[in-house]
């Protein structure tokens, strides 16, 4: 999500864990023990925790450009890092507030413009479709980074299951808002409930992942449990969290943040290094956990480094009007 003021536009140094290697783990299970294994990516630092009463395990994504090489975040730096205002608007505020969030029992509407509404329980999603390990690069739109192994299938699968009607052109994503959980719910920074969308056919795009794990595990809840959207080739804010309902429509959904600030926060949100936000470069970015006060930012990438996959959605697109 993006950020209330500018002095919040990158990460001050006190605020990045450092590390010096990442060891991604995969786990394994086996029976009811649900066996744990370790695999080695690049030395060792702090995984996420072993615990196979919240395992979820995903087969390594085939999809061209769903595994990128690049080193994971610090599992740390990605639960504690976070943009999820229900929860407050300080980074740490998501891992020190949710715990209220209740993820069982969990509904999602999906309806709409569609021939099979379904009012669809938690558990009978994660069955849906196989998982996928999906490595992706998330951008904020506020200059930061990270790479994220998520657990989940392409959204695809879903709309395939409800059936688009023919008049069905974009697909509008709603987060749970619920005061009792939820403690900033209510508050005048937002119009709540949280909403998102995307273009039928950005949401059909095999990369845009329904997501309900990471790194192994399932989402906790400051990262948007028990399900939330990833589309790694816009900015973070487009993915939203903890959803409750999907509904497809003719129209372009209006989307929170659009509303909050129209002129610096547009609906398509593709992360764009030549389209700078009206009070920071967009250039550029800082990656999470990267070492020292003085580390180099890297270049920020079209599309997010996904524009092979991507970028014929756009073709013909003025993409600084449809920013």
């Known amino acids: 999500m993006p950020i209330l003021s500018a002095t919040a536009a990158q990460p001050r140094p006190s605020e990045i864990t450092p590390q010096s290697v990442y060891s991604r783990r995969r786990l394994l299970t086996a029976g009811a023990a649900a066996g744990l294994a370790w695999f080695a990516h690049a030395g060792a630092a702090a995984p996420a925790p072993a615990d196979a009463a919240t395992a979820l395990v995903g087969e390594r994504s085939r999809i061209a450009g769903a595994v990128t090489l690049e080193k994971p975040t610090d599992w740390?730096?990605?639960?504690?890092y976070n943009n999820f205002y229900e929860f407050g608007t300080d980074k740490a505020d998501p891992r020190r507030n949710a715990a209220t969030l209740k993820t069982r029992p969990w509904t999602v509407v999906v309806d709409g413009l569609v021939q099979r509404p379904m009012r669809v329980?938690?558990?009978d999603l994660l069955r849906l479709a196989p998982m996928e390990e999906r490595i992706y690069r998330l951008r904020c739109v506020e200059g930061w980074s990270m790479v994220i192994p998520w657990v989940g299938y392409s959204l695809a699968r879903l709309l395939d299951h409800v059936q688009p009607l023919g008049s069905a052109r974009y697909?509008?994503?709603?987060t749970l808002a619920d005061k009792a959980q939820m403690p900033y719910v209510g508050s005048r920074m937002l119009d709540w409930p949280y909403t998102e969308g995307l273009r039928l056919d950005e949401a059909r795009h095999p990369l845009a992942l329904l997501t309900f794990g990471m790194y192994g595990q399932v989402l906790p809840r400051q990262n948007g449990a028990?399900?939330?959207l990833v589309v790694p080739w816009k900015y973070g804010f487009k993915s939203a969290k903890s959803l409750v309902r999907i509904r497809l429509t003719e129209q372009m959904p209006a989307t929170t943040w659009n509303k909050a600030a129209a002129r610096e926060y547009g609906f398509y949100a593709n992360v764009n290094p030549d389209v700078d936000h009206p009070r920071w470069s967009q250039a550029t970015e800082r990656r999470i956990?990267?070492?020292?006060?003085?580390?180099?930012?890297?270049?920020?990438?079209?599309?997010n480094g996904y524009g092979e996959q991507v970028a014929a959605l756009y073709a013909g697109m003025d993409?600084?009007?449809n920013y």
Do not use: M, N
């Open 76 to 80: 740390q730096d990605a639960t504690g």
């Open 121 to 123: 329980d938690i558990d």
């Open 171 to 174: 697909v509008e994503f709603t």
């Open 226 to 228: 028990p399900l939330r």
């Open 289 to 303: 956990g990267e070492d020292g006060l003085f580390a180099r930012k890297r270049k920020t990438l079209p599309f």
């Open 319 to 321: 993409l600084r009007a």
